[in-house]
Structure formats: C-alpha cells, structure tokens
C-alpha cells in the first residue's frame, strides 16, 4: 500500500488497514468495469457516498456506526476491485469466504463489528441496488424498465443526478465523509500503529 503497510490477503490484520489507502483505491477503481459516459469514470468511492446517503434516507435516524458500514460497504474493493456480480457468483463461496474476511478487518480497524447484522446487510444491499439503478440508467447506457427489472425501484422521494468526479476529489468526498461519521460514532481513527501490541 502507498502508506507503506504490507496487507497479507489471505489473513489481513486490521493492524495493515488505512483510510487513506482504501480512499485512495476506491477512487481509483471504476464502477461497471468503466464502461460509463463521461470524462471520468464513476469511482466506488464516490458510489459509496451515495450509498451511505441513500441508507440514510431509507432508515431516518440510522446511527453514525451503520452509516459508517454503509460508507465502506465496498471497502474490500481497495485491493481487489470491484468485479461485475456475475462473475462473482462463477467464482463461487471461496471469492465470498476471501472478501468477508477482508471486511471483518476493516470493521475491526474502524470500530465496527466484524460482522454486518443482517437488518443493517439488508438495508445496505437495497441502498446499493438504488445507485445501481441510477448509475445504470444515467451512465451505462441502460433504459428504466431494464434499470426495474434488474435492480428494482429506487427509494420513495430520493432522486439523484449523477456527476462522476475527478480521481482526487472522489478522494477527498470519501475521506470526509469518512471522518465526519468517524466522530459521530464516537470512533476517531488512529494510525494502525497505535494498535500495536508490543
């Protein structure tokens, strides 16, 4: 990683993990492969803003720490991209079993529980169905009733008008976003190095 951290893959330790590394790869990683309109790709950092502010208008009143989960919902995605969900499912259990194990560290580093319960996984998944809808019909050249049929309605009064940003503003949005949940939750991210054991 660009902070210098050395992330084992196969056993990450939340000792490794970074905000400023995943900010740094989600903006960098493009939603639908890039194949989008536009001058720049729409990032997964900026889709997780957008997700984080859709599971907020869903769930009024949801606490700092579940729309902190909901801001690194695609966390793990720093270091593996963001591959398209059909060829996730051929990968099978073990591309879950891989990417579970990634996000239980980053949990575990931002406070959270290193499972998602399933209320708040269920509510996220319908937030990031929403910007798929979005996204699909506004970039990827999908028209509404394939957007319906595929990622169903979005959220009752919420409307979106997406404008990719640029890689280092796409950047800059996520870590915000990111400390200002982190002090709502009562969480305030540390180095990884103040987690040392020694």
């Given at each position: 990683?660009?902070?210098?951290?050395?992330?084992?893959?196969?056993?990450?330790?939340?000792?490794?993990?970074?905000?400023?590394?995943?900010?740094?790869?989600?903006?960098?990683?493009?939603?639908?492969?890039?194949?989008?309109?536009?001058?720049?790709?729409?990032?997964?950092?900026?889709?997780?803003?957008?997700?984080?502010?859709?599971?907020?208008?869903?769930?009024?009143?949801?606490?700092?720490?579940?729309?902190?989960?909901?801001?690194?919902?695609?966390?793990?995605?720093?270091?593996?991209?963001?591959?398209?969900?059909?060829?996730?499912?051929?990968?099978?259990?073990?591309?879950?079993?891989?990417?579970?194990?990634?996000?239980?560290?980053?949990?575990?580093?931002?406070?959270?529980?290193?499972?998602?319960?399933?209320?708040?996984?269920?509510?996220?998944?319908?937030?990031?169905?929403?910007?798929?809808?979005?996204?699909?019909?506004?970039?990827?050249?999908?028209?509404?009733?394939?957007?319906?049929?595929?990622?169903?309605?979005?959220?009752?009064?919420?409307?979106?008008?997406?404008?990719?940003?640029?890689?280092?503003?796409?950047?800059?949005?996520?870590?915000?976003?990111?400390?200002?949940?982190?002090?709502?939750?009562?969480?305030?991210?540390?180095?990884?190095a103040a987690f040392s054991t020694e």
């Amino acid at each position: 990683m660009l902070s210098g951290r050395r992330l084992d893959l196969l056993d990450p330790s939340p000792l490794d993990i970074e905000i400023e590394d995943i900010a740094h790869g989600l903006a960098r990683v493009a939603r639908w492969n890039g194949q989008t309109i536009g001058s720049h790709g729409f990032s997964v950092a900026q889709h997780s803003v957008v997700v984080e502010e859709i599971a907020a208008h869903m769930q009024p009143g949801l606490e700092p720490r579940w729309r902190l989960a909901a801001l690194l919902h695609d966390a793990p995605e720093y270091v593996i991209g963001d591959m398209i969900s059909p060829f996730k499912a051929a990968l099978g259990v073990n591309y879950s079993a891989f990417e579970d194990r990634l996000e239980a560290a980053i949990h575990i580093r931002f406070g959270l529980p290193p499972k998602t319960p399933p209320a708040i996984k269920t509510l996220l998944k319908k937030a990031d169905r929403a910007c798929a809808f979005f996204e699909a019909t506004q970039l990827a050249g999908f028209n509404p009733e394939e957007s319906l049929t595929l990622f169903g309605r979005p959220p009752k009064g919420y409307s979106l008008a997406i404008e990719p940003l640029p890689t280092a503003a796409a950047e800059a949005q996520y870590l915000h976003r990111f400390h200002v949940l982190s002090v709502a939750a009562g969480f305030e991210a540390e180095p990884a190095a103040a987690f040392s054991t020694e």
